[in-house]
């Protein structure tokens, strides 16, 4: 498996990597939020490009299955119970260049079940975006196309200058997995 070869726990490395190369997500020295870091494949990505002096908050209920490096906080808890003040505690900053978001629902085969899961945890995401996330800052949200699809893209439409429907070449043909990128937070 080529993302184990390359040194990450989950081929959900390559989501991230080309969400970024389209929309230059990180920079040295940004503080990011990671929800639903586990195993730990997006927080190793984003703490190597922004560097020592950058920050990555990780937050999932399980455990990473990564060494976090030296820039790397990992809170064992459930996003959608989490505080933001505890979290930009952490960070010692005025807020988040970026919230990223992999989050998803355990899914039980009912298509319709699965993608309101995915929208009630897309929304949470969001909603600590909006609340962490500082001026100019950006967003990438995970979730499964559905009835509330357009709903959510216009949730991150009111919270962000711009915003991309992005579904990455690495994303599984059966899959109705999407990301939501909000750019530039208002």
Known sequence: MRARRESYPARSIYKLQEIDKRVRLFKKGDN??????????????ASKLVG???RVVAVDRAELTIGAPANVTYIN???LAVEPDELIALINADGFHSVISDMAPRTSGQ???DQTRSYNLFCRALELSVAL???????????????????ARDLVREA??????????????ESYETYIVGLSRR
């Open 32 to 45: 990011v939020l990671d929800l639903g870091a586990a195993p730990g494949s997006w927080t190793l990505y």
């Open 52 to 54: 020592p002096a950058g």
């Open 77 to 79: 808890a459930d996003a």
């Open 111 to 113: 298509k319709f079940v």
């Open 133 to 151: 996330c500082r001026h100019g800052g950006n967003f990438v949200g995970k979730i499964f196309q559905g009835e509330d699809f357009e709903k």
């Open 160 to 173: 962000y200058v711009k915003t991309r429907i992005i579904r990455p070449t690495s994303v599984r043909s």
